[in-house]
T-cell receptor, first 113, second 114 residues
Framework: GAVVSQHPSRVICKSGTSVKIECRSL??????MFWYRQFPKQSLMLMAT?????????EQGVEKDKFLINHASLTLSTLTVTSAHPEDSSFYIC?????????FGPGTRLTVL | AQSVTQLGSHVSVSEGALVLLRCNYS??????LFWYVQYPNQGLQLLLK??????LVKGINGFEAEFKKSETSFHLTKPSAHMSDAAEYFC????????????FGRGTSLIVHP
């Protein structure tokens, strides 16, 4: 199956700093990637759809100025959490679509102190 | 609109016993259906998918699922549970011919006792 990587796997930062998370499709090109957030013991919450070469589409309630998404190439999308606060601490997972199936990255554990 | 219901937030079985994880869906168009598995602190791994071919779908690690349109179900089964099967399982539905953005169920935690 298709492989999606995510970096870093975990990051700890101070409140007020920005954190960038990378999502790469390793063996296929993905015009569309997705960013999810997962709280403990809960399902995935779609945050935004990242489209190569155009602006991301954000789900209702997700602040686009706080969660900046860039999809500059067919294999790379980045999520930047700007001015992070403790309530942003979570598990962030990206996925990339290959035809009709989404393949997920291993996730990034963000802890904001 | 589409939705997924996973019955039972936790399922507990003994090692070697049958595994049955339930998933019911609703979709206004023919659905694509997926089962994903998530191990602690990891992303989701695709177990199997149904995309309008054979209704009985075989996946990795000995799992299989059967699409039953009349029951709007896509239950996941495995004949004999292994300790390594303990994980969180998510059922998802997307609409064929659409954006293929899946809607996920709340997840079922599979616990395997020795």
């Amino acid at each position: 199956g298709a492989v999606v990587s995510q970096h870093p796997s975990r990051v700890i930062c101070k409140s007020g700093t920005s954190v960038k998370i990378e999502c790469r499709s390793l063996d296929f090109q993905a015009t569309t990637m997705f960013w999810y957030r997962q709280f403990p013991k809960q399902s995935l919450m779609l945050m935004a759809t990242s489209n190569e070469g155009s602006k991301a589409t954000y789900e209702q309630g997700v602040e686009k100025d706080k969660f900046l998404i860039n999809h500059a190439s067919l294999t790379l999308s980045t999520l930047t959490v700007t001015s992070a606060h403790p309530e942003d601490s979570s598990f962030y997972i990206c996925s990339a679509r290959d035809t009709d199936t989404q393949y997920f990255g291993p996730g990034t554990r963000l802890t904001v102190l | 609109a589409q939705s997924v219901t996973q019955l039972g937030s936790h399922v507990s079985v003994s090692e070697g016993a049958l595994v049955l994880l339930r998933c019911n869906y609703s979709s206004s168009v023919p659905p694509y259906l997926f089962w994903y598995v998530q191990y602690p602190n990891q992303g989701l791994q695709l177990l199997l998918k149904y995309t309008s071919a054979a209704t009985l779908v075989k996946g990795i690690n000995g799992f299989e699922a059967e699409f039953k349109k009349s029951e709007t179900s896509f239950h996941l089964t495995k004949p004999s549970a292994h300790m390594s099967d303990a994980a969180e399982y998510f059922c998802a539905v997307s609409e064929s011919g659409g954006s293929y953005i899946p809607t996920f169920g709340r997840g079922t935690s599979l616990i395997v006792h020795p």
